[in-house]
């Protein structure tokens, strides 16, 4: 039996690839969340928790903000091509950044974190500050969900839809300075 695929929303295809051939790779995707190669371009696979409608939403939601924040100078986003569902799988298409989380970088290279800290803090509180002038804040402000590329670029990832913009942006500022704190005591450790 053929499985339906249902593109909704459609962003950019990824250099080297045509419609076509996006079409043909969502089917073959793989049920897990993480990176696929897709015709030697490096994308991730984000995938929604049991395809719910609340899933759809959320998810939905981080597309549209990746959308909107590509657009806007001084933030750092991975690029998001493709939103759809084939079957019980759902969820979006990404430019995968090349990196590591904040989160891992503390495990696996500490000494790297401490030397470039303030450097980090700075490209976060700039982004979020942006973001937030822009009306679009992060809502989940997290060592998990701030990448830092090869070159020492920060990208924002996995944003998080509160009731209202206000909330948003104070969970944000929260976030932001229970971070600095607990960045700023892993280097007496
Ligand atoms: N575009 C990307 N490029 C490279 N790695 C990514 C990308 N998006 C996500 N990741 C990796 O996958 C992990 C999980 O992604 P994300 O935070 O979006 O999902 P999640 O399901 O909310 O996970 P968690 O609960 O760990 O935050 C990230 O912490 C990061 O390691
Ligand atoms: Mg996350």
């Known amino acids: 039996m053929k499985t339906r695929l249902q593109l909704f929303e459609l962003n950019d295809v990824p250099k080297g690839l045509d419609y076509k051939e996006i079409k043909k790779i969502l089917r073959e995707i793989k049920d897990e969340q993480g990176p696929v190669q897709v015709n030697g371009n490096d994308l991730f696979f984000k995938k929604g928790e049991a395809w719910s409608h609340n899933s759809k939403e959320e998810l939905l939601y981080q597309y549209r903000w990746l959308k909107k924040s590509r657009r806007i100078d001084g933030i750092s986003v991975p690029k998001p091509f493709v939103f759809f569902k084939i079957g019980d799988i759902g969820g979006y298409i990404m430019e995968k950044i090349?990196?590591?989380?904040?989160?891992?970088?503390?495990?696996?290279?500490?000494t790297h974190i401490i030397k470039n800290l303030s450097d980090i803090f700075k490209q976060i509180k700039t982004g979020i500050h942006i973001l937030h002038k822009n009306g679009i804040p992060h809502g989940d402000i997290d060592p998990k969900n701030i990448l830092l590329d090869n070159n020492g670029k920060v990208f924002l990832i996995d944003p998080y839809k509160h009731e209202n913009t206000i909330i948003g942006k104070l969970d944000d500022r929260k976030?932001?300075?229970?971070?600095?704190?607990?960045?700023?005591?892993?280097?007496?450790?």
């Open 175 to 189: 976030k932001l300075i229970e971070m600095e704190k607990f960045f700023a005591s892993i280097k007496d450790k």
């Open 98 to 110: 090349n990196g590591k989380t904040l989160e891992e970088l503390i495990n696996v290279n500490k």
